[in-house]
């Protein structure tokens, strides 16, 4: 579920899913090197087969998911994925990588015979993290179970139908598996925000104006302020009467108090929004004479959204050639965010066209 591909070019990092929310709360620390296995693979076929795969890659460590399919779809007992995932954890640290792995989150009551064998497998899960080292575990049944339901089921808000984690539900689990893992993840430089563009270094940013500089930027229709130059704010959707203003902001480094780099801010001035309403920050001028055919390019943006209201998608992509990569799309239906929300954005990188100008 962390990305999928609708066509062989293009490429969406789902925010519907554990893993991209902690790596962008985390800083985009994690450069994935592979995503192995299938949406119904159980702990037989993942202990036989994919874990030799991901292995295989060029990784330190080893997210693992496992046991909703074999206790709901195949009916498979808690001891027997128990078997199989202890096999998986012992070939993740033989091979000298890290394991991450959590309890089976919470779901919608089947039976209670189900529930109890989601519940002996998180018992063992639990258990087994104590005797397993180097290895990363968090408790996902422990945030996403209803505490006040008899019978376990997940926090209505945080699943689509039950079952599938929405936005909220993974923003929710990856805060936790944050704040539990924090102390064993590497720190890692992001992007650079001063305006070191490609005149400057080179195609390491092909960004004409990274750093966010002057004030003749483009404001599109019903958008009004100041947009750093090179840039344009517009709405790329408006079926209701929203007026957009924008702003050129310093921001704030929190680890020293010193301005750190320039912000755009966009708010709702006025007006009303209506479903599915969007406003976008847009550089598409310039950026064509520093592409190459075969070049791969990613698009990375700090995000702070203050003011959630209203609000269930954030996100950032890049569009080239027509091939577009997309960090924040969304395969269920998007609640909107209950509190505000600070993340660094990345999408999956993408190969600009040999043929055709970029």
Known sequence: GYKSRPTANTSNINQDNVFTWFN?????????TGVFGSPTATATEVNTTYITMALASDCDYVDISVGAEDLYVVGSSAAAVLVNFESIVDKVIGSGKIPVWSTVPARAFVTESKLAEHLKLNHGLRELAKNKTPS??????????????AQCAAFTEFTSDGTLLNNIGAYYLAKSKLNTLHNYIPAVAGASVATENYARVGNNNVLVNPGFTGTTGTLGANVVGTVPTGWKVQWATRTGTGIARCSIVDVVDPSTGLYSATGVNLTLDSGVTSDGDSV????DTGINTNLVGGMYVSAEASIAAYSTVGVNTLSVSTIVNGYSATWGSSVGSAE??????????KTLST???GSGAP
């Open 336 to 345: 909107a965010y209950s509190e505000s929300v600070q993340a660094r954005a």
């Open 351 to 353: 190969q600009v066209s």
């Open 136 to 149: 990363m575990f968090w408790d996902a049944f422990a945030v996403s179970v209803d505490y006040k339901d």
């Open 280 to 283: 976008q920050l847009v550089q």
């Open 24 to 32: 962008g709360l985390a800083g985009n620390v994690f450069d994935v």
